[in-house]
């Protein structure tokens, strides 16, 4: 058992490389319009870096639903994160074509008590604007769908995942602004201490168990000593 963790915003390859080191089950790269935005290219070439039981996700905000299953398959990403007003038959065609859909919604928002017209691998809860760092409040979280996993997102840090995981107990827990030096830039302590906490709170609740997830996620930290 141990908590799924999504280090979001990767924009370079030495963040990519660090944050699985220390045991990162998951990165994202954003391809929206964002401070943290990257191209195509540099995220194949990051990409090829990636020991296979990393998870990468694209993360896109309103794309067309084909744009989306083109880039994420030809790059050769996990899968794909919507992150905008996406509904289901955009997530659905995107499903059909890629192997896991994480749809994200803002907190409090009704469709989080009825995901069923969704086919999706995984639910992420973020706060009303994404990457501000905001913390929500985390009893919206209460009534979801029990049957779905739930990432959660919205200002989490070092200082508060602890909290989070006990309250909400959720399958994972995803981090962008709260291990940042800057926009895309982030702190190797602030890192450290995130997916330790996360991992070690997520192990003495027992919560957070790798389902399915099959190349996805190795919950441990790569030993590149080991595959040379």
């Given amino acids: 058992m141990s908590t799924f963790v999504k280090i979001c915003g990767i924009t370079n390859e030495s963040d990519a490389l660090l944050s699985v080191a220390l045991g990162a089950d998951a990165l994202g790269f954003i391809f929206a319009p964002s401070r943290r935005q990257v191209t195509e290219k540099v995220v194949a070439e990051i990409v090829h870096q990636l020991p296979p039981s990393v998870m ?7 794309e067309r639903a084909e744009t989306v299953a083109e880039v994420v398959n030809r790059i050769g990403l996990s899968g794909a994160q919507l992150h905008g007003n996406e509904g289901p038959a955009v997530t659905n065609f995107v499903s059909e074509r890629v192997r896991f859909v994480v749809k994200s919604f803002p907190a409090g928002h009704s469709q989080l008590t009825n995901l069923s017209n969704y086919k999706i691998w995984a639910t992420l ?18 009534g979801m769908a029990p049957d779905r996993r739930m990432i959660l997102a919205g200002g989490l840090n070092p200082g508060n995942v602890a909290t989070a995981l006990e309250t909400v107990r959720p399958f994972g827990v995803d981090v962008t602004t709260g291990v940042e030096v800057e926009p895309g830039r982030k702190d190797p302590r602030k890192l450290k201490s995130f997916i330790e906490i996360a991992k070690t709170t997520g192990d003495s609740l027992g919560i957070g168990v790798h389902q399915e997830i099959g190349d996805g996620a190795s919950g441990a930290p790569y030993n590149w000593e080991e595959s040379e």
Avoid: K, M, Q, R
């Avoid at 809860?125 to 209460?142: C, H, K």
């Fill in 56 to 62: 990468t996700f694209g993360v896109f905000v309103n």
């Fill in 125 to 142: 809860v973020d706060g009303s604007v994404p990457g501000s760092g905001a913390v929500f409040d985390w009893s919206l979280v209460e």
